[in-house]
């Protein structure tokens, strides 16, 4: 199924989609899209306890910006493939691509539920557009961008993609994966924020 997101309001529960009963389950989450500019998608370890998902350290982030290999600051070892990985090994990066116009499917974060460490309870999903801080990039300029989630087995369970609402922001938080009693499920949040990644951790930590 293909939705189209729209910005979170106050007060509005986001909707969610259910996706596994089983908290070891394996998802892909794709993102997409088609046109010239560097986007990158990143994700959070993060634990909710009813004020909000936060994370305390940068081995809770998974990101292009938190690499070895992209990063001299970066603390996630970089992989011979060019992936890299949290150090529990819950999330794996496939690694940077920067540009959308090469192949269908151009970065995907692989979630391993069987390897989530106590306490986590949310991962927050993020799409963002490289360097738009200073270059005044915004998502008005990208062509169909978008994520998709699928099962171990590659059967696409939801895909959701940037409306025109997004246009001015160059960072959006696409939704959160969320482990809880009942399993897991995908949350669409739609948060768009204006300025680099760190002002998105600022939010989150």
Known sequence: MSLTMKLQKPGEVAPKLRLSLNKGSRF??????DSSHDLDAHALL????????KISSFEQVLSTYNSKKTSAQGVLETNADG????????LTHSGDSRNGTAQ??????????????AGVNE???FVTIHNSATSGLSFSKVV???????????KVLG???????????????MGSLIC??????????????????????????
């Open 159 to 173: 895909e959701y993609e940037l409306s025109s609402e997004f246009a001015r922001f160059n960072a959006v938080q």
């Open 104 to 117: 269908d499917i151009d970065e995907v974060i692989t979630v391993d539920g069987s390897k989530i460490p």
């Open 123 to 125: 991962i927050p999903i």
């Open 180 to 205: 809880g009693s009942g399993g897991w499920e995908f949350a669409t949040v739609g948060n768009g924020f204006s300025g680099d990644f760190n002002s998105v951790l600022e939010h989150f930590s």
């Open 144 to 154: 169909r961008a978008g994520i998709r989630i699928k099962d171990e087995s590659g």
């Open 83 to 90: 992936s890299f990985s949290t150090p529990c090994q819950t």
């Open 46 to 53: 993060a634990v909710n306890d009813g004020n909000g998902a």
């Open 28 to 33: 892909l989450v794709e993102l997409f899209w």
